[in-house]
């Protein structure tokens, strides 16, 4: 591949006091692409996140954002950085247009500029009648849209999404779909984290599978499917996780609802 | 499961539930799974003890709520008629448990997430509603009693045995009056206006009630010498409409023997009103309150024509302070959370009220015995009074804290995402977004006053305690441990108090100590002023010039 590396983590390693949570991870990621991160809970997918985020310091190895060390400057490269966090946490008792307000100009953009992105994108959202509603008002799929469009409102070249879809209806989910790809297009890179397999097989231009703190799997979804054999991302994941006893614990399960 | 003693007296009620078509063995579970629930939940004052033995949280209050009702309790020792003595104390034990309704019980009252559980279930509304009541009911009372034993005990030594069962009956009354007509008053906001509007509200009652809390405790003390005037109680028409009224009347007609019509009639309302409203709660309004409930949630998305004009307004009103970008927004976005989270508005209003009344509370403690209003009015104008500024001083700096707090303080990962070169920025604009939207205006009204009071001359006094109040506030700043604005839970303050009392102390006491000495010898203060500067011009130079950037991990969500 001849394209222009974006990210690139060299032997990256980290513990939370005794255990071990990232095992030396190797990766390099290119301009459009978009990356399925895929793992089990606690395989260490939010930990590598927030290291490239700068969330967290004390880690091993070495972490280029652009090129250029995370480390040696710790803020720039965040203006070129969005990110929708797991856990959908925000200052929810300011209304949608004082929180957008807040954020977009923190990134340095002007007023008017936010209130035109703001009414716009709130509007394709479907939002429209909520912007200057308080947040702490909103069901979560419109919780999860406004995190969506503040980590967007900046147009920031790189994006990580933490299972960005939760709580989004059907239709805002195929827009976000369209949304993706069209970013892609356009040159921007995707760390894509989710544990709806279907979703990532279908967008990832790449998956990259964590267990245990380490890269197990990394290629596209063709790749993997030859390499492993199964036909769906998710018995690749279950191939690769090495847990193969799904059907035996569900028939037990269900057997001692009925009362043994 | 552990049982409890309430349910066991609800037990000997059993076929009242029955007969309102309650399932009774189904309540008595929900109410046992909520008292167990309530056991574990530690309230904020306590949750750093380290002793969580199961339900001592509720029986400290109910203890505090006793010594409380030993004051109400004085009234009765007072020489006046019957009839006017428990209007007072009915008056102010009506006042607190509608207070603690309102401000302690309304979540329980306005609580959505239980019915989503409990209403999936095979289990009827009629039996979730009356638990739900029966539950805020066991509280109430148990407070209600708690304040109004001490008065009971020594009613019943006055009065007889009569006194306290006609007492203890009333307060079965009375709590339920108020449990019912807060449901009531509920349902009427959430009728007409949304939800955001009936939480605004519980929270101006929240912040009243403290308020109210306050002043009592410091005039407790005076209450005799205020009231050391004869009353002569006249029948007006209006009597007809006051609560305590009604409750007060059985005392006059059966311990004091007066069959009058007026006080007849009173007692019958005293009696008929709750068991009417009890009737109409169940029969009338349950059934919909659950429904209007569902728009607690629900905010009309008010639409603001001019929001950009306005954001541009503050953003220039922000730029008289703050030169640095990163600081503006940060400026404005102080100013909004702090307007718009109640939990901080809670804290920080009744400081700021207190921070405005304590001065005169001490003028009025320390010249109170002087006789006539306007030998107190001399006695004032002659002394130094102003100097009680500095207790505005400290009440007022003790809101630095509070800027690090905050309900959603989860929500500050982003501080650590967005693209912020120098945290001191951060620091800087919060300050002076605290400054000027609170502090400065509670410090001109009080000044204000004293100006009245003593005239012009002592305004340079009032600026150089100015310089004092910001001096102290960045210093208590930079002792702290400096979170990130909004980035902690209300733990956070209990945990700083005491450092932040001594603190306030040695300041206040040297700084106005310096300045009681020069006045004293008749020196001007504005020398002192221009020290006090710039040491405060060298101090928060140095304190904020230092570049900062290190997000230590427990300030972001791990």
Partial sequence: MDKEIIVSIKNLRMRYDEKEVLKGINLEIYKGQIIGYIGANGAGKSTTVKILLGLINDYEGEVKIGGEDITKNKVAYKRRIGYVPETAEIFDNLTAYEYLNFIGELYGLDINEIEKKATKLMTLFNLEKVLHGRISSFSKGMKQKILIIASLIHNPDILFFDEPLSGLDANSVMIFKEILSELANQGKTIFYSSHIMEIVEKISSRIVLLNNGEIVADGTFEELKEKSKEGSLEEIFNQLTGFNKYKEIACEFVSTLQGV | ????????????????????????????????????????????????????????????????????????????????????????????????????????????????????????????????????????????????????????????????????????????????????????????????????????????????????????????????????????????????????????????????NQWINYYLVLSIIGVILPILMLIIYFKIVAPHFEKVLQKLNNNSGKTVKDALKGEKRNKKFADLFCYNKTENVFFRFTQKMISSERNIKLKLYPSLTFATIIPLIFIFNSVGQSGSFTDMYKTVVSGNYYLFLYFTVSMLANSVPLLSTSDRNKAAWIFSVLPVENKNTIYKGSLKGLIIKYIFPVYSFVSLIFIIIYGYRIIPDIIVIFINLLLLMIIIFHFSDKPLPFSQDFQYIKNNNIIIFFQSLFFCVLTAGIHWVLIKNGYSVILYGIVMLMILMIAWNKIFSKKEYSFKINEVEK
């Avoid at chain 2, 007072?78 to 009506?94: T, V």
């Fill in chain 2, 1 to 256: 499961m552990r049982d409890f003693i309430t349910l066991k007296i609800l037990d000997k009620f059993m076929f009242l539930f029955n007969k309102l078509g309650v399932d009774y063995p189904v309540m008595r579970k929900i109410l046992q799974v909520k008292l167990i629930m309530d056991e574990r939940r530690v309230p904020t004052i306590l949750a750093n003890e380290k002793n969580n033995g199961d339900k001592n949280n509720f029986k400290k209050s109910l203890l505090i709520y006793c010594l409380i009702g030993i004051v109400f309790m004085l009234f009765i020792l007072l020489p006046f008629s019957l009839f006017f003595k428990m209007n007072i104390i009915l008056g102010m034990i009506i006042f607190m448990i509608m207070s603690i309704m309102i401000s302690d019980y309304s979540s329980v009252l306005l609580d959505v997430k239980e019915k989503n559980i409990l209403l999936s279930k095979p289990i009827e509304e009629k039996t979730i509603t009356v638990a739900k009541m029966i539950h805020i009911l066991i509280y109430l009372f148990s407070i209600t009693l708690s304040i109004s034993a001490p008065t009971l005990l020594v009613g019943s030594f006055k009065y007889g045995m009569v006194f306290g069962l006609i007492f203890f009956l009333q307060l079965i009354f009375i709590s339920s009056f108020v449990i019912f007509s807060t449901s009531m008053l509920y349902y009427l906001i959430l009728y007409f206006f949304d939800g955001e509007k009936l939480k605004d509200i519980i929270n101006y009652f929240q912040i009243a009630l403290t308020v109210v809390m306050l002043i009592v405790y410091q005039l407790v003390g005076r209450v005799f010498n205020i009231i050391n005037l004869e009353v002569i109680f006249t029948q007006k028409w209006w009597s007809y409409l006051i609560p305590s009224v009604w409750f007060a009347a059985p005392f006059s007609v059966i311990i004091e």
